[in-house]
């Protein structure tokens, strides 16, 4: 069947890094774009970045530009996310999520299967 499945997370100290991977199974995986989302305690599920199937076009929201890399190893069928220079208000749990063929950032109504999210932590 299908599923995304996270994986990742942990605790980090600020300015410190993590690589999230988001791992595609039961869909070809070259024929879909993979948005990454958080949401912190208390707030609304927000669009960190997306990848695009149809070029491999990314996509990052304001706070994460710069720091954040997302790639895709179709191969693998895994999606990535590179996180550096982290910050406490990185703290959230990141899902990704599919979407056929082309990246909306953001707009998590437009993705239909979702992974069950991973941790973040970052503190001293």
């Known amino acids: 069947q299908v599923q995304v499945v996270e994986s990742g997370g942990g605790l980090v100290q600020p300015g410190g890094s993590l690589r999230l991977s988001c791992a595609a199974s039961?869909?070809?995986?070259?024929?879909?774009?993979i948005g990454w989302f958080r949401q912190a305690p208390g707030k609304e599920r927000e669009g960190v970045s997306c990848?695009?199937?149809?070029?491999?076009?990314?996509y990052y929201a304001d706070s994460v530009k710069g720091r954040f890399t997302i790639s895709r190893d179709n191969a693998k069928n895994t999606v990535y996310l590179q996180m550096n220079s982290l910050k406490p208000e990185d703290t959230a749990v990141y899902y990704c999520?599919?979407?056929?063929?082309?990246?909306?950032?953001?707009?998590?109504?437009?993705?239909?299967?979702w992974g069950q999210g991973t941790q973040v932590t970052v503190s001293s």
């Open positions: 039961g869909f070809t995986l070259d024929l879909y774009s």
């Open positions: 990848i695009s199937a149809s070029d491999g076009s990314t």
């Open positions: 999520a599919r979407r056929l063929v082309f990246c909306v950032l953001g707009e998590a109504g437009e993705y239909d299967y």
